[in-house]
């Protein structure tokens, strides 16, 4: 009887327990936006990155004109035990002529967080003289 119980309890043991956590929210934070590629075409994607998203943000009413800046890092893929070399976005600067209005600013910082799944603290959004 006794052995029963001590196989029953290794077998449970043995099981391997899953975090239930909401494995959406972590995919899409830990899907990279550069792919592996050289330094060259991470700096270009970098690049055109930037620019749609100047285009975009200076369409917003009140903006005005505007200049993006992406710093990029390597994203740590957390289902593996090593680097991937990937690089994502990690923090965002921009200089917009609208940002002295809270609800313009407010805005783009939204709009950044919606796009990048970047936090708000990693956003800095700045008056253009």
Known sequence: MILLLLGVLLTVIALPVSNK???????????????????????AQRSLLEEKLE?????????????????TGEQK??????????????????AAEGADNSVVSRNIVEAVMALFQVEAHKIKVMKMK
Do not use: C, H
Not at 22 to 30: A, N, P
Not at 77 to 94: E, P
């Open 77 to 94: 893929d957390s289902s593996s035990f090593y680097s991937s070399g990937n690089q994502a976005v990690t923090g965002v600067l921009i």
């Open 21 to 43: 956590t909401d494995s959406s929210s972590t995919e899409e934070k830990s899907r990279p936006f550069f792919t592996d590629a050289s330094y060259e075409e991470q700096t």
């Open 55 to 71: 285009e975009l943000l200076s369409q917003v009413e009140g903006v005005g004109k505007v200049r993006v800046v992406l710093m």
